[in-house]
């Protein structure tokens, strides 16, 4: 190695040391080494350019594979833009058959290569990549040459013809995010085990309750929620009873908005007060939301991790007597479409609330609930 080398490794880790106040990274001084120096200054122009932080860990995470990946099957860096050969090549290591290797032995990833990622800890599994890792990996793949002003050959007919191929031939079952909607009576039995005036009682019952009623919103926007995101609405008038109150909640950029299009849902009535009892309890203000409480009661200036979100909920679940395997913080997204189908508001209403983009999507709730009450099924 040049005397040069050394150097350059420790600018890479000094420049990984500010994106790592970003992105956390426990690996730096590791992908330091493996990735070049273009890599770490393109990272560090996403960093700059604000894109989001769960964007740029998969990014990382991915590119590092990449990067050593290419090293063990060529011998070099990636290449950029990658020829076509290369990324056929990437879905012949990955996307293969476990039965074909069995009459092959050279089926799939080689024995050389394999042994190589999984020595720098970069491989895990033992069989081929799910189908959506491998999309996965090749999207970033693409996004990464785009970012570096070139243009690759992503969108070939010969590459997308080699992924439909592999991923038919090799047939997963569908894995719902969650096995059971968090519906109504559900979610009931779990804001029961909040009943305390205890801090955790408190953001916990408002956690659900925020989740549910403004759509069914996903965990990583429950987690990343922030004050200056609500605004005070007028209260709602109630025929017979007082006016409720009412907020907005800006979610600005979501997984499914345009990237200039500000998405807008709103609450109303118990779960603002139940939001107002966290604000007020916990003493927020300003910045996040929803936030980590320590094992003597302290609630952190830190926001809660999306992980957080999905462990309140299943143990939520457990404190009910449910089987909390059954359920994660999606069950919160689907259980909120299954509740509005069971009470009979109309598919685009719900959407507007749920943000969601494919009424194919949203709808399979809906011809769910009226395949289960309908007259089909009730012909004894």
């Not at 069995?102 to 799939?108: E, K, L, Y």
């Not at 600005?252 to 609450?267: A, C, N, P, Q, W």
């Not at 929803?290 to 957080?308: Q, T, Y």
């Amino acid at each position: 190695m040049s005397s040069s080398a050394p150097r350059s490794i420790e600018k890479r880790t000094e420049t990984f040391n500010t994106i790592a106040a970003v992105l956390s990274f426990e690996r730096r001084d590791e992908l330091a080494e493996m990735l070049t120096d273009q890599d770490v200054e393109a990272l560090r122009h996403l960093v700059n350019e604000g894109m989001s932080k769960n964007t740029l860990r998969a990014l990382t995470s991915d590119l590092a594979y990449l990067q050593a990946w290419s090293l063990a099957t060529t011998g070099a860096s990636l290449a950029w833009p990658a020829p076509e050969v290369l990324l056929l090549q990437f879905v012949a290591h990955h996307l293969w058959q476990p039965e074909q290797r069995v009459i092959d032995p050279h089926h799939g990833m080689p024995a050389a290569v394999e042994q190589s990622l999984r020595e720098q800890r970069l491989l895990h599994s033992p069989g081929p990549h799910a189908p959506d890792t491998g999309r996965r990996r090749l999207a970033s793949w693409s996004t990464l040459t785009k970012w570096r002003g070139l243009t690759g050959v992503f969108s070939s007919p010969s590459l997308k013809s080699a992924i439909r191929l592999a991923v038919r031939a090799t047939p997963r079952p569908r894995k719902r995010k969650s096995t059971k909607a968090v519906t109504g009576d559900v979610l009931a039995k779990m804001l029961a085990t909040c009943s305390t005036d205890s801090l955790r009682d408190i953001r916990d019952r408002a956690i659900l309750m925020v989740a549910f009623a403004s759509g069914g919103r996903r965990r990583n926007e429950i987690a990343g929620l922030r004050k200056e995101q609500l605004t005070v609405e007028p209260p709602t008038a109630v025929e017979g009873g007082p006016p409720l109150l009412s907020l907005a909640i800006h979610l600005g950029r979501t997984k499914t908005s345009g990237s200039e299009h500000d998405e807008v849902v709103y609450l109303t009535g118990r779960p603002v007060i139940a939001l107002n009892a966290w604000l007020a309890a916990a003493e927020i203000d300003s910045g996040s939301i929803f936030r980590k409480i320590d094992r003597w009661g302290n609630v952190s200036k830190r926001a809660l991790e999306p992980s957080a979100v999905n462990a309140i909920v299943k143990r939520r679940a457990e404190m009910a007597g449910l089987e909390p395997a059954d359920f994660s913080a999606h069950g919160l997204r689907s259980g909120y479409l299954t509740e509005a189908a069971n009470r009979g508001i109309p598919l685009p209403e719900a959407m507007e609330q749920s943000r969601h983009r494919s009424v194919q999507q949203a709808s399979t709730y809906y011809n769910n609930t009226t395949q289960r009450s309908g007259c089909a099924a009730r012909l004894l």
